[in-house]
């Protein structure tokens, strides 16, 4: 039905950059709020930044200032801009749509996920 696929993962230094992306494709009439969440090993998955259609944004405190969420909704894609990497950034990534289908009905898809891993 939908499928979202990410990537720009990596291995970067503190202090360094990184771009992800992920893109929706499949049965899509419109996608509504889009989010990035991430898990590191040991610990619970959190929603790290969402956007909604129109562009209004919300960030979990601990990247306030560092990570910038954005979209294309004419590409189905959203991204997350990540700067002033730290350690404690290290998981993985993952993105998630609200989907409503051109078959109609509405639900939640998820990426697979991608590695960011920030050591020196």
């Known amino acids: 039905q939908v499928q979202l696929v990410e990537s720009g993962g990596g291995l970067v230094q503190p202090g360094g950059s990184l771009r992800l992306s992920c893109a929706a494709s499949g049965s899509i009439f419109r996608i509504y709020t889009m989010g990035w969440y991430r898990q590191a090993p040991g610990k619970q998955r959190e929603l790290v930044a969402s956007?909604?259609?129109?562009?209004?944004?919300n960030y979990v405190d601990s990247v306030k200032g560092r990570f910038t969420i954005s979209r294309d909704n004419a590409k189905n894609t959203v991204y997350l801009q990540m700067n002033s990497l730290k350690p404690e950034d290290t998981a993985v990534y993952s993105c998630?749509?609200?989907?409503?289908?051109?078959?109609?009905?509405?639900?939640?898809?998820w990426g697979q996920g991608t590695q960011v891993t920030v050591s020196s």
């Open positions: 956007v909604t259609r129109g562009g209004r944004t």
């Open positions: 998630n749509a609200d989907v409503a289908l051109l078959v109609g009905g509405q639900r939640i898809y």
